[in-house]
Structure formats: structure tokens, C-alpha cells
């Protein structure tokens, strides 16, 4: 890591076959409004305070709820959200994993 990217909470693999760069999460020690930019940053190579804020594209507060686990740890059910954010698809899905592609190049 350079000292503008931060070390990330998870290792953040990348499968060039997909150009895919996938962290899983665990919402009681990182919820994912804080691991995706981490995940960009690193991504982007670009520090986090230098990113355009995630609120800026989704709500920070309702990603972190739709994922945080039930009441007795109840699992929540199956289900992804999937937004644009610095130039890439950003899927969140409920199993606890971030995936990041770069967007299709308009031709």
C-alpha cells in the first residue's frame, strides 16, 4: 500500500479473467458504507478522504441496513443492491460480499 490508500479491512482479490475485484464484509465489525470506498480507494489507487463521497450515489445509512443482520442474528435473506460509483458497478449482496467492475466504455 502506498501512504495515500489505506490498508483495506479485508484482501480485495481480483480476477482478471472477470475484471472483478471482490471483499467479502462482516457488518458487525465493517459494514459495508465503510468498506466499499475503502474498496475504491484501493481500486482507484486514490486515498479515501480524496473520493467522492458514497453518499453522493446511495445513502450510506440504508446500505448499512439493509445488510445489518436481524434481531438474534437471524439471517436477512438473499439480495444484492448494485450502484454506479467512480467509474465502476459496485454490487453489494447479502452474503457479505462486495464486487467491483469498471463500467462498460461507451464506443
Known amino acids: 500500500m502506498t501512504a495515500?490508500?489505506?490498508e483495506p479491512r479485508a484482501a480485495i482479490e481480483y480476477r482478471p479473467e472477470i475484471d472483478?475485484?471482490?471483499?467479502?464484509?462482516?457488518?458487525?465489525?465493517?459494514?459495508?458504507?465503510?468498506?466499499?470506498p475503502e474498496t475504491m480507494a484501493t481500486v482507484t489507487e486514490t486515498a479515501v478522504d480524496?473520493?467522492?463521497?458514497?453518499?453522493?450515489?446511495?445513502?450510506?445509512?440504508a446500505l448499512d441496513a439493509l445488510f445489518q443482520p436481524r434481531v438474534k442474528s437471524a439471517h436477512r435473506g438473499d439480495g444484492e443492491v448494485i450502484f454506479e460509483y467512480l467509474g465502476h458497478?459496485?454490487?453489494v449482496r447479502s452474503c457479505g460480499?462486495?464486487?467491483?467492475?469498471?463500467?462498460?466504455?461507451?464506443e
Open 4 to 6: 495515500t490508500t489505506p
Open 20 to 36: 472483478t475485484y471482490r471483499v467479502t464484509f462482516e457488518h458487525g465489525s465493517a459494514p459495508p458504507s465503510l468498506v466499499v
Open 50 to 61: 480524496d473520493l467522492d463521497p458514497l453518499h453522493a450515489v446511495i445513502d450510506p445509512d
Open 89 to 91: 458497478e459496485v454490487t
Open 97 to 106: 460480499e462486495i464486487l467491483v467492475q469498471p463500467l462498460a466504455e461507451s
